[in-house]
Nanobody
């Protein structure tokens, strides 16, 4: 599966953005999707997860209650709705896909989009 993330941009603290992940391939519905982010000079970290059927989601503690992950398998799309953004959320956001069990480490995710930059100004 090939992935492409989009929707990043510049937003003020407290604002919202919705990221999109466009997937190619008819097998997209068989893949779980994760969102990760990487701030300058930092490691890539888990943000959100949605299982292949959309029936199970999980979030990093730092974004719980503010971010929502979703997917539309009919459209080969996944989304990350980000509300109440904070300056520490400034990072390149990546969508990823994998067929195995949930895993918070980016090392276990085999397919990646190119990333989209989110900048949150204070």
């Amino acid at each position: 599966v090939q992935l492409q993330a989009s929707g990043g941009g510049l937003v003020q603290a407290g604002g919202s953005l919705r990221l999109s992940c466009t997937a190619s391939g008819r097998a997209f519905r068989s893949y779980s999707v994760g969102w990760f982010r990487q701030a300058p000079g930092k490691d890539r970290n888990f943000v959100a997860y949605i299982r292949y059927g959309g029936d199970n989601t999980d979030y990093a503690d730092s974004v719980k209650g503010r971010f929502t992950i979703s997917r539309d398998n009919a459209k080969n799309m996944a989304y990350l709705q980000m509300n109440s953004l904070k300056p520490e959320g400034t990072a390149v956001y990546y969508c990823a896909a994998q067929m195995g069990p949930k895993n918070y480490s980016p090392n276990y995710w085999g397919f990646w989009g190119q990333g989209t930059l989110v900048t949150v100004s204070s």
